[in-house]
């Protein structure tokens, strides 16, 4: 069913606002599904630029040593992509990847402002907060 | 192994794990950390950094699928995620903190409950249930579209549901999973909501909740770009995959099989915490 026109008449008439939000929905859904395919083609590309480079190295996951800081912050990421390296731009696919349901929370607090439900306006950016907490004040954006 | 021959073999388990996560809905991220660390001897670690990043991937990646369908319930979703949230931000800082044999018994623990609950059948939906009222003042009550049209229904125990949604998100941030296997336990039989309702409103929440904590896990160097990278491109494959063909394909004796795996893995990750193999 096309979801800009209105619900055809039924005999138990759905609740009009449920027909808003499953409007809201489906265009978060579909930026959701191109966030994941943005991200998993920057993946992609890193892949080929990682493995024609260090394809032939011995892999060994055996020992924690964590990432260097080029791996671990923002800043750190997109410098690493820009000059072309593989795993930067794996990391950078990552990143958008992670920001891709961030933006779908940022997107909803739209949403719910449009229907004027104030209630889950403040609710969403609870849950913004808690994410931009995650990933700026955990040292990602130094 | 070399690094073109390690990536090709993950690339691969993944799909495998990806696809049969999506035919089963049990989840490809939840068998993927015990195969990473038992199969190819991944620090876990690193291993629930490529996992974690995989949950967001699947669950974004079947979104726009489930949304069109017009089941899933965005203020159950939402008020929710501040429990899911906050208790993965709670898991993702705990992690770093205790030891990886501990970390190993209790993914063992979620593991074999998983494996319980998969087998177990689901209780029946409620019907016409009366509306509770805090339910009703945090306007979580809705409808969706059933075989004879439209069927609503009221929300119930909400603060059990989001207590219980709390500890999802911690042992989400703790170990990279989607913990499914809660999310069940608070909105199927917690706050009774129907079965497609609660399935498509968590698939969205996974994502969300998995991204709490990954920015952490990003920042703390649990990422590795050269393990993440099979794992994310892998699972995403096939549970896209898995998503197309689930109509066709003969599910319950696939479970069968998938949830004797889960328990295998549960038993092997208890063994490997408790002898400090890991």
């Given amino acids: ?142 | 192994m070399t690094i073109l021959e390690f990536t090709s073999v993950v690339a691969i388990v993944s799909f495998v794990a990806g696809l049969l996560g999506s035919l089963t809905g049990l989840g490809g991220g939840v068998v993927l950390v015990p195969l990473l660390t038992i199969l190819f001897h991944v620090d876990i670690r690193y291993a629930i950094g490529a996992s974690l990043v995989s949950v967001i991937a699947t669950s974004s990646g079947a979104a726009a699928a489930y949304v069109k369908e017009g089941f899933s319930n965005i203020r159950i979703g939402m008020f929710l995620e501040i429990a899911t949230t906050f208790g993965a931000l709670m898991g993702a800082f705990l992690a770093t903190r205790i030891p990886t044999s501990a970390l190993a018994i209790i993914f063992g623990a979620v593991l074999i409950y998983s494996a319980y609950l998969s087998r177990k059948p689901r209780p029946l939906d409620q019907r016409n249930l009366p509306p509770d009222p805090l339910a009703t003042r945090l306007r979580m009550n809705g409808s969706f579209p059933d075989l004879e049209g439209p069927r609503s229904y009221n929300v119930q125990h909400v603060p059990t549901g989001f207590s219980l949604m709390f500890g999802a998100g911690a042992l989400s941030g703790l170990l990279g999973i989607g913990s499914g296997a809660v999310k069940v336990l608070a909105m199927d039989q917690a706050m009774r909501i129907p079965f497609k309702v609660s399935t498509t409103t968590s698939n969205f929440m996974i994502g969300v909740t998995a991204a709490a904590s990954a920015g952490i896990y990003l920042s703390r160097g649990y990422v590795d770009p050269g393990l993440a990278m099979p794992v994310m491109l892998g699972v995403l494959g096939g549970s896209l995959l898995g998503s197309r063909i689930l109509v066709k394909a003969e599910t319950k004796s696939l479970r069968l099989v998938f949830s004797v795996v889960i328990l295998v893995l549960g038993l092997q990750m208890l063994y490997k915490g408790f002898w400090g193999k890991i």
Avoid: K
């Avoid at chain 1, 619900?7 to 966030?35: C, F, K, T």
């Avoid at chain 1, 990847?97 to 969403?124: C, H, K, Q």
């Fill in chain 1, 1 to 142: 069913m096309p979801t800009g026109e209105a619900p055809a008449p039924r005999p138990q008439q759905p609740q009009p606002q449920m027909w808003d939000d499953h409007r809201i929905e489906v265009i978060l859904g579909n930026l959701l599904r191109s966030g994941v395919l943005l991200s998993a083609a920057v993946v992609f590309l890193g892949a080929c630029v990682y493995l024609s480079h260090h394809g032939h190295e011995s892999a060994d996951y055996r020992i924690f040593r964590g990432e260097p800081s080029e791996f671990r912050t923002i800043a750190g990421v997109i410098h690493s992509a820009v000059h072309g390296r593989g795993r930067g731009l794996i990391q950078l696919g990552l990143l958008l990847l992670i920001a891709t349901p961030i933006a779908r929370v940022a997107f909803s607090i739209v949403g719910f402002g449009i229907e004027r439900d104030r209630m889950y306006v403040a609710f969403t950016l609870i849950v913004l907060a808690i994410l931009l907490f995650s990933l700026l004040g955990s040292g990602l954006g130094v």
